[in-house]
């Protein structure tokens, strides 16, 4: 995604050598740019918050991004925190030599995930019968679908969402959460609603015990969003019963997670 994204902007010439390249970001997207930055000589400056997890931030200088923190009050995401950011990423947008890819209405988010869709038909054995995916910024979910649903209409595919920040399914957006990368204020520009069968809200501990789980019984670690993947997915194929292909996606590594309380 984050190559697919940066590829576009040099084709398009919105990115020059040596030129800087700015983003709001949890720490996955940056994470990702940041890598591709060090590759292509390009410098990198995101935006982030404490609300995030400290391994998150670390692993965005561990490859040279300049990390800007937005406080969040106690370390708690809230979509004020994270409407902070977008003001503040739009503010250094406007700095000559810079590019924003804008990962949230960026076609080029979703274009890099047809590949991942393409491979998730690759290794199933049969069709898939429902795609359950946390809508952050929107890509990974709309790009899967996308590819999904052109080789077999009826894949069902269910989006994820904070049980208390219901941006997708048009609920409150009022209140916090834990579940990191996705819960903004808004439904994201990219984010193929037309796609979208059905959406699981997932509360915090539900997210928790899915992580846990996955660790200590399948030996996979993932975060807490993760968590909250494999907790709807579980879910969903409760629902459809047995002999259905339920496919989900561990979104990052549990080793970002090691100093809160996930994993305690």
Same mark, same amino acid.
């Given at each position: 995604?984050?190559?697919?994204?940066?590829?576009?902007?040099?084709?398009?010439?919105?990115?020059?050598?040596?030129?800087?390249?700015?983003?709001?970001?949890?720490?996955?997207?940056?994470?990702?740019?940041?890598?591709?930055?060090?590759?292509?000589?390009?410098?990198?400056?995101?935006?982030?918050?404490?609300?995030?997890? %400290?391994?998150?931030?670390?692993?965005?200088?561990?490859?040279?991004? %300049?990390?800007?923190?937005?406080?969040?009050?106690?370390?708690?995401?809230?979509?004020?925190?994270? @409407?902070?950011?977008?003001?503040?990423?739009?503010?250094?947008?406007?700095?000559?030599?810079?590019?924003?890819?804008?990962?949230?209405?960026?076609?080029?988010?979703?274009?890099?995930?047809?590949?991942?869709?393409?491979?998730?038909?690759?290794?199933?054995?049969?069709?898939?019968?429902?795609?359950?995916?946390?809508?952050?910024?929107?890509?990974?979910?709309?790009?899967?679908? %996308?590819?999904?649903?052109?080789?077999?209409?009826?894949? %069902?595919?269910?989006?994820?969402?904070?049980?208390?920040?219901?941006?997708?399914?048009?609920?409150?957006?009022?209140?916090?959460?834990?579940?990191?990368?996705?819960?903004?204020?808004?439904?994201?520009?990219?984010?193929?609603?037309?796609?979208?069968?059905?959406?699981?809200?997932?509360?915090?501990?539900?997210?928790?015990?899915?992580?846990?789980?996955?660790?200590?019984?399948?030996?996979?670690?993932?975060?807490?969003?993760?968590?909250?993947?494999?907790?709807?997915?579980?879910?969903?194929?409760?629902?459809?019963?047995?002999?259905?292909?339920?496919?989900?996606?561990?979104?990052?590594?549990?080793?970002?997670?090691?100093? @809160? @309380?996930?994993?305690?």
């Amino acid at each position: 995604m984050a190559l697919s994204m940066i590829e576009g902007a040099e084709r398009r010439g919105d990115l020059k050598p040596g030129g800087r390249i700015v983003e709001y970001t949890g720490g996955s997207t940056g994470s990702s740019l940041a890598m591709v930055c060090a590759t292509r000589g390009y410098r990198a400056h995101f935006v982030s918050s404490n609300g995030f997890s %400290e391994e998150k931030l670390q692993t965005m200088r561990a490859y040279g991004a %300049e990390v800007e923190i937005v406080h969040a009050e106690g370390g708690v995401l809230t979509a004020d925190v994270i @409407n902070r950011m977008i003001a503040r990423a739009k503010e250094l947008a406007c700095e000559p030599g810079t590019f924003w890819p804008d990962q949230v209405n960026n076609l080029d988010n979703k274009m890099g995930y047809h590949r991942m869709a393409q491979e998730i038909l690759g290794q199933i054995d049969g069709e898939v019968d429902a795609f359950v995916m946390a809508a952050g910024g929107g890509g990974c979910i709309s790009g899967n679908a %996308e590819v999904l649903k052109a080789r077999n209409p009826g894949t %069902e595919i269910v989006a994820v969402e904070p049980y208390h920040v219901r941006n997708v399914s048009g609920g409150d957006t009022s209140g916090s959460h834990k579940l990191e990368g996705i819960g903004l204020s808004f439904v994201p520009k990219i984010l193929r609603r037309d796609l979208i069968d059905a959406v699981i809200p997932v509360k915090d501990e539900d997210a928790f015990w899915g992580a846990q789980s996955l660790a200590r019984q399948e030996g996979l670690l993932g975060g807490v969003t993760s968590g909250a993947n494999v907790w709807a997915a579980l879910q969903k194929a409760k629902e459809l019963g047995p002999g259905k292909s339920v496919v989900t996606v561990i979104v990052d590594t549990g080793l970002r997670y090691l100093n @809160n @309380n996930l994993y305690r």
